[in-house]
């Protein structure tokens, strides 16, 4: 009895709950039109041999589309609003899909169809954010009760975000988010998916260097949830000593070890309702993280020094700087968290890797700052703002935003130089002999603002910047031809390319002598 009922919520997704919310909207809105609905037939057989789609076709509560799984991708381009994933035996090839639904449409509940009633499978499923995992032989009435139970839900939602002037994102409409910039393509699609899942309860992982932008993107997705109007509640696991981990996490009761003088609510009791941002998961120890899981997939915490559990709704959403797959493989990360976690995967560029986005930060900024300081927002010379664009960033945005902000203070003028850069900038002028390489340089990086500092300082001239940096001409010209920099004719002058790089600025490194 107990196995069957186990077996039950696991085929059910996130559980009964879940169901039965579902079939309470249903009722609700029982008279809307739902034949609008669009229902995407994933099968291993063409549309004509498939007897799922054939039946799917004569139903008139939704439109059917059946593809094979090569066309899912593109499929999914168009308007889904449920999808059926029925590959035959193969279940790994369900899984697979899932994953490219889940990353693509995290909002559009993906429902597998399985021939196995194999529990592990089942699991692994349900931790890769499958709604249900579906046993072969389906009863028609209950997969259709199912179905529109979901449609319902997903149609109820469009409208109440409708209302409150949310997220419309499945209707082909992208709404940004405010608080961040980011003009480039890679950023769009990034802020497009970050607001299809915003509409999600899927747990977001979200990986990128330090600084840039992963806090701030964790709440514009709250902010775009329905979780909006409950707290937004964070958690830096590099700035929490170790033995404080469990207890900051998940509460503690009086006397339950040596420094608990009083009861303490936990982050994620205090997340109730709302979203948890948990940063920097990588620097979680092992037995917390056996724990964390256990929370994830019972949606209830134990107070450390108790034996009571409470539930909690809470949204989790991760981010690590570190790379979280190789942990897994060394050990350092445990493999199911990694799933549980990886739902959905956001990942943040470095700013080096989108430098188009550089001058509408800088802009975003002056602007902020200098509202913040009641100052003139001051003009860039351009010398400065194409060292600020070609700079290599290693702290990403917040390097960037300190940076201006350091000019801003410091310097009143009008008109903001190279001079104004914070001296541990150097502005490209560091004393006679001196090179500073910023943490995070790639080799190659260095040669090359190397040599553009070079070129610079010597007015383009090539025999001069060769000899000061101990190469032949040839070698140098090489160089630069395989930057696809022109090579100048005349071997010495400036000619306008060389002028172009030699204003590039370059972090802070200098070849001075
Ligand atoms: N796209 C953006 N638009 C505007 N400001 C941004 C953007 N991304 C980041 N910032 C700003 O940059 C700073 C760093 O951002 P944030 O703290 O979110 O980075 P992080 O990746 O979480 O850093 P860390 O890993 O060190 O905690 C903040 O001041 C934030 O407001």
Known sequence: MLKETILCAILHGTGF???????????RGENKNMSNNHLLLISEEQSSDSKIYNWFSKQDFCQTQCCVPSEVSQHLEQRVDLI??????????????LYLGKQQAPEVPFLIVSQTSDVATAVAAMKQGADEFLVKPLQPESLVKLIKGYLQARQSRVAVEEQHGSSTARL???VGFETMVGATQVMQQLFERAQRVA?????????????????????????????????FVTINMAAVPEHLVESELFGHVKGSFTDASESRVGRFEAAHG?????????????ESQARLLRVLENHRVTLIGSNRDREVDVRVIAATSHPLQQMVQTGDFREDLFYRLNVVNLALPPLRERRDDIPVLVNFFLTQLCQ????????????????????????????????LESMLVLSREEVLTLADLPEMMNGGQLAAGQIAIPAGTRLEDLERTAIEQTLKRYRGNRTQSAR??????????????????????????????????????SGTISTSR
Request: hydrophobic share 35%; glycine share 10%.
């Open 84 to 97: 059926l994933c029925d590959t035959g035996e193969d279940v790994s090839i369900s899984l697979e899909l």
């Open 274 to 286: 709302g979203t948890l941002f948990i940063d920097e998961i990588g620097d979680f120890k092992l």
């Open 468 to 505: 000061s940096l101990g190469v032949s001409v040839r070698t140098l010209q090489r160089k630069l031809k395989a930057w696809g920099v022109m090579s100048d004719s005349r071997g010495n002058g400036q000619s306008e390319e060389t002028a172009k790089l030699g204003l590039q600025g």
């Open 17 to 27: 709950a879940k169901l039965k919310s579902n079939v309470s909207l249903f009722r």
């Open 172 to 174: 082909g409409r992208y």
């Open 199 to 231: 509409d999600t309860d899927s747990t977001v992982l979200i990986t990128g260097e330090s600084g840039t932008g992963k806090e701030l993107l964790a709440e514009a997705i709250h902010r775009n949830s329905l979780r909006a109007e409950h707290p």
């Open 372 to 403: 913040d300081l009641k100052r003139d927002v001051p003009q860039l010379d351009p010398e400065l703002e194409a060292w600020l664009r070609n700079g290599h960033w290693p702290g990403n945005i917040r390097q960037l935003r300190n940076c």
